[in-house]
């Protein structure tokens, strides 16, 4: 008798201390299980007792704690699986350079390419599309308040390369300083809607340097959230808005671009 009253005990402390509700449930169905066919009616009414409450201890459990850590755990690895792909954008930005499909200069150094560009559904620089494409599998382009950008696993990804008149497009048919373009080009990964649950929207630039900020804004304005707010191409450069980018997990930006060197004599 003792023993079920103070699982009895132990069970309804789990409803105020959900964490040991699993614990105190499985101990419920033992007790249950160990009674004698000839029990006292107290001790099943105790252990009946136990176990509803420890039920209702667990099932707080699952909602305040279990599920909300599942939450948050899809939600971080796919802010991760954001950044990841914005990485491929500096791959395939890199291999622009090296085989250099955009060159006007001739120097060998290639020049940076918009999103379409790269998917080959547009063409370089209004003329032929990239054979074969450098990034694929991405569905087609949306528009957006700064530019085109592709929607994949509840985020937009843009890109945007230097003007000739300062700042950056992401808008290909717009005039680009293809000189700059061969050491410049910012791109961004922001949440399509604020019910997914995504709070976070990222930067990347040439250097692989990785940004991160979060999403939305005091007064309900949700900067970087759908189509209608992308952030602008400067968002994470411009004074006005920098200060809201942090280094995202310590990382550091690299130091040299393909073409900063020159190859070695033999």
């Known amino acids: 008798m003792t023993v079920y009253g103070g699982l009895l005990v132990a069970a309804v402390g789990s409803v105020g201390v959900p964490k040991i509700a699993l614990f105190v449930l499985v101990g419920a169905f033992i007790a249950f299980v160990a009674l004698p066919r000839k029990r006292p009616r107290a001790l099943l009414v105790l252990s009946v007792a136990a176990g509803v409450a420890a039920t209702i201890g667990f099932v707080r459990f699952l909602v305040h704690e279990a599920m909300p850590g599942i ?25 622009m350079r090296k085989l250099a499909p955009i060159d006007p200069d001739g120097d060998g150094v290639g020049s940076a390419a918009f999103l379409d560009e790269l998917t080959g559904r547009v063409g370089l620089r209004g003329g032929a599309p990239l054979t074969p494409p450098l990034l694929e599998r991405l569905p087609a382009s949306v528009e957006t308040s700064t530019g085109p950008a592709v929607e994949v696993n509840g985020y937009l990804f843009l890109i945007c390369l230097p003007r000739p008149d300062g700042g950056f497009t992401a808008r290909p048919g717009e005039a680009v300083d293809d000189e700059l373009a061969e050491r410049r080009f910012v791109a961004y990964a ?77």
């Open 71 to 95: 939450v948050q755990g899809g939600t971080l690895a796919t802010g991760a699986a954001a950044v990841t792909r914005l990485r491929q954008f500096v791959v395939a930005q890199d291999a």
């Open 190 to 266: 922001w949440p399509v809607s604020e019910s997914l649950g995504l709070l976070e929207a990222y930067f990347i630039d040439e250097h692989e340097r990785i940004l991160f900020t979060r999403s939305g804004a005091p007064k309900g304005q949700r900067p970087r959230i759908g189509r209608d707010r992308a952030p602008p191409c400067d968002d994470a450069l411009a004074p006005a808005t920098r200060e809201a980018w942090q280094v995202w997990r310590g990382k550091r930006p690299r130091t040299d671009l393909p073409g900063d060197k020159p190859p070695r004599s033999e």
